[in-house]
Every structure is written in C-alpha cells, then in structure tokens.
C-alpha cells in the first residue's frame, strides 16, 4: 500500500475525492489494473495506459454509509475478492463484480482504526490464503481466518500504534510489524504467538509507517513518517522456510483455534 494524504486523484473525473491509503496493481503480467482506495469508499480500477480517469468505480457501503477505508489486500493471484481495513476498526471482505460486488462480510475485533492488513501469499506444501493479519492503532496485530468471523489470536506485545503488518512471501508462519516507537518486529508463530523472534529498534527518529518484504523474503523495507526508507537483512532461517513449517503452521492454527472454540480449522 502506499500512503498518500493528498487531496485526492482527479476528483474532476468523479474519482477520489478524499486521502488515497492504498494502491495495488492486480491481474497478470499482461492483463492488469491498478486499484486504488480512500476514506471516501470508493475503489477505482485504473489502467496503467491511461491514468486520466478510472475505467470502473465501486462505493464501498455498510448499512447505507460509506465506510472510510485506511487498508486494502487481495490475496494472491485473486483480481475479484479482496479486504479492507477501515477507520471504525472493523474489516471487510469485499468484490469487485458479480451479485455481490461491494462488501459481503465484516470481521470485528480492533478497537481503533485498522492501519495495515494482508494476506498470507507463502506457496508450499499446504494452502493457508485463507489467513491474513491486521495491525491497528489500538496496538494489536490480529491473526484472522477468512473461515471464522473473529479473530484467533491478538498479538500485544506493542507499546505504541502498530502501523504496518506484512507476511513474509516464502515462510508461511512469518510476518513483520512496524510501529510508532520505530521498532520493527518479526514473528514466527510456529516458534512463538507471544513475542517476536526479531524485535530491531531501528535508526528512525519518528514513527516507522510502512514495511515491504523483498519477494525472496531476504530482505525488510521500511520507511518512516520522515521520508526515510531502512533496509534489514533477514536471517536465514526465516527466509529459507524448511519443508515440515507448513504442517507445523496447520498444528499452531489447531492450537489457536482450539484455544477459542475446542474447533479444529479445516486447512
């Protein structure tokens, strides 16, 4: 996602009219679209040919009023469902097209506006798309399921606004968060839910609000709300997932999930 609090792209094209939170380009190496989304609910679909006007809009309602959305995320190699995050701290999944093109779910469990969320997009020997966290400034990441409607576990281990939450794209148990004091942190919830197994407090002098992963995993991005971008090496362990971290990750998800229920997750 990319931040931009702006006044918002070409409103005289009926486009946003509010702060653009995110932008995403999905589809395939040949046919793609740029999407884009703001606190005004509406997601535009853009080609990447012509960014003078959106070729499709979509307002993003609950119960007649708009929902101000702050984070997006499609899972990987989808175009048509996707989430979001918004300002009341509740989620929702959503779609583009079809009889149900607009919001269709929500998931309730943050106290304060939702910042960053993502799907879980590692490829191996089990399929956990249906996973994805999301960080909040009420200090908590959550670890949802697209299966169940709360969340099956908050990490708390923050001491300040969380403001970005990302997957790791090879290691299925991994993820990195950021947050207002400038810490990064790495979890691997295969080995712990309860602290990171990395925590850096980084050379930022202000509140690091964004995060990406290399796509081999090996290295962090970070940038901080002074235009600085930091770069980590990640350890070799957590970039190079062995073979057993999958099944290990479908135990650590029945553990959580009996925790709640005494309900084993399907995966």
């Not at 990447?48 to 499609?74: G, H």
């Not at 990987?76 to 149900?100: P, Q």
């Not at 970070?222 to 479908?250: I, M, N, T």
Request: hydrophobic residues 35%.
């Amino acid at each position: 996602c990319f931040s931009d609090l702006s006044s918002g792209i070409n409103a005289e094209y009926g486009a946003h009219t509010h702060p653009v939170f995110c932008l995403q380009v999905v589809g395939t190496q040949n046919a793609h679209n740029l999407i884009s989304i703001a606190t005004d609910g509406k997601l535009c679909s853009w080609s990447l040919d012509m960014l003078s006007q959106p070729q499709d809009q979509l307002e993003l309602q609950q119960k007649n009023r708009i929902v101000a959305v702050t984070s997006m995320s499609f899972a990987l190699g989808e175009v048509n469902s996707f989430l979001v995050g918004s300002e009341e701290g509740v989620l929702f999944s959503c779609s583009r097209h079809g009889n149900k093109a607009g919001i269709n779910d929500a998931f309730e469990g943050h106290h304060g506006p939702v910042t960053g969320i993502d799907f879980n997009k590692a490829v191996g020997q089990g399929d956990f798309s249906h996973l994805f966290i999301s960080s909040s400034t009420d200090w908590t990441v959550k670890l949802w399921s697209n299966k169940i409607s709360k969340p099956l576990h908050s990490f708390e281990n923050a001491t300040d606004y969380v403001f970005d939450a990302k997957w790791s794209p090879v290691h299925p148990a991994v993820f990195a968060t950021v947050d207002a004091m400038g810490r990064l942190d790495i979890w691997n919830i295969n080995s712990d839910t309860e602290i990171p197994v990395v925590s850096v407090q980084t050379n930022a002098r202000s509140a690091i609000n964004r995060l990406q992963w290399s796509t081999n995993g090996r290295e962090i991005h970070v940038g901080d709300c002074d235009g600085k971008v930091f770069v980590y090496e990640v350890k070799e362990k957590l970039a190079s997932p062995r073979s057993e971290e999958w099944q290990r990750l479908s135990d650590t998800l029945n553990e959580l999930q009996q925790q709640a229920t005494e309900t084993p997750i399907a995966v």
